[in-house]
């Protein structure tokens, strides 16, 4: 019954660089496996691990442990990555958005001394491929920093790792030319373009992307307002330490919305159905020589489903084009233990399109 069980579950490795919005797809991600049987779609979190990006990979995995422990799960171990991108970085991002230790700098941070042994001594990369050999087409990848863990496994392991994966899922690029770090390109993507063009080039299966746009679109996004004084006053130790972090980011810098488009990967993973408005498909790539556009994620409109007769070229990625804010509300008041919520009906929905 044990084996038949766990051919059922889906094996969520988290590729992180961890600032608040990771941390919030985190916690969301540890909080949802408890919803495995009431929603039915069944998973287990096997492995964050952590890349260059809204900080370093040592703050990064650090910063993992720091959910762990507030969350209190002992179970999943944290890899460091990539600490670099894939080619020498010809632009600086001075922005510190997230600080410099991705939690904006800002102290009183849980101590995590007893936590050290979950994190692994095995690179994230290597730990990737492990893992897809030892579940083959099992193990979902969510990808929410730079890909430069993901696409260096590829040019490591090539198809004896691509031929192992399950679903791929990404937070990155764009599909209206707005940028987030440069004029037209999107942070994550712009991190690391190379590894980004190497996994739209390479996957073999296509990839759920959630690009940047629909998560500032209006219709979609939260007030900061509601993240602050109704999310924001729970009192739960995770809650107390992203709502210090967050409110030291954002209303120096007088920010109305509150815009997490990680999170909004992890509710879409988990609840596909009540998040997700609308979704087309496309090939895609990123470019990569353009003086103002490289890091830009660039869809085939002309073709869209249709294969490339040229290039023999056909869609690659799943584009989530459009989502819907009030199941994202609801959850997120979940993962932040906001009394009263009820995740019922969202669990039940699910589980009706899963059968």
């Not at 994190?119 to 990737?128: F, G, I, K, R, S």
């Not at 897809?132 to 490591?156: E, H, R």
């Not at 109704?230 to 995770?238: E, M, N, Q």
């Not at 009540?274 to 003086?291: K, N, P, R, S």
Request: hydrophobic content about 40%; charged content about 25%.
């Amino acid at each position: 019954m044990e084996n038949d069980t766990r051919k059922l579950e889906r094996l969520v490795v988290f590729d992180c660089d961890i600032g608040t919005d990771d941390a919030w797809a985190l916690a969301l991600l540890l909080r949802g496996e408890q919803l495995s049987l009431a929603s039915g779609r069944r998973y287990k979190l096997i492995a964050i691990t952590c890349v260059q990006g809204n900080t370093d990979v040592v703050n990064g995995a650090q910063n993992a442990l720091k959910i762990l422990r507030l969350l209190e799960r002992r179970d999943v171990p944290v890899f460091r990555g990539c600490a670099n991108p894939i080619v020498t970085r010809t632009w600086l991002d001075i922005s510190r958005f997230h600080g410099t230790d991705g939690l904006n700098d800002i102290g009183g941070y849980p101590d995590v001394s007893d936590l050290q042994e979950q994190l692994q001594q095995e690179h994230a990369v290597n730990a990737m491929y492990r893992l897809v050999c030892q579940y083959p087409k099992q193990v979902d990848f969510l990808l929410c920093g730079p890909l430069t863990n993901f696409a260096s496994c590829i040019n490591l392991y090539g198809d004896d790792f691509l031929d192992k994966i399950g679903g791929i899922f990404i937070m990155g690029g764009n599909i209206y030319g707005r940028g987030n770090i440069m004029k037209c390109a999107e942070f994550n993507f712009m991190m690391d373009p190379e590894a980004a063009h190497t996994t739209l080039e390479r996957l073999k299966v296509p990839a759920v992307i959630l690009p940047w746009e629909p998560s500032i679109d209006d219709d979609f996004n939260l007030s900061l307002d509601w993240r602050l004084d109704v999310l924001g006053s729970v009192d739960h130790p995770l809650v107390e330490l992203l709502s210090r972090v967050e409110r030291s980011m954002l209303v120096p810098r007088d920010i109305k919305h509150w815009i997490n488009p990680d999170a909004a990967l992890a509710a879409a993973y988990i609840f596909p159905k009540a998040m997700i408005a609308e979704q087309l498909d496309y090939h895609a790539t990123v470019e990569l020589a353009g003086v103002h556009t490289r890091g830009q994620m660039v869809l085939d409109h002309l073709r869209g489903r249709r294969v490339d007769a040229i290039h023999g070229k056909k869609s690659n990625v799943r584009i989530i084009t459009h989502l819907n804010r009030e199941p994202f509300r609801t959850i997120m008041s979940w993962t932040g233990f906001l009394p009263g919520v009820d995740i019922t009906e969202l669990c039940e929905q699910e589980q009706r399109n899963n059968l």
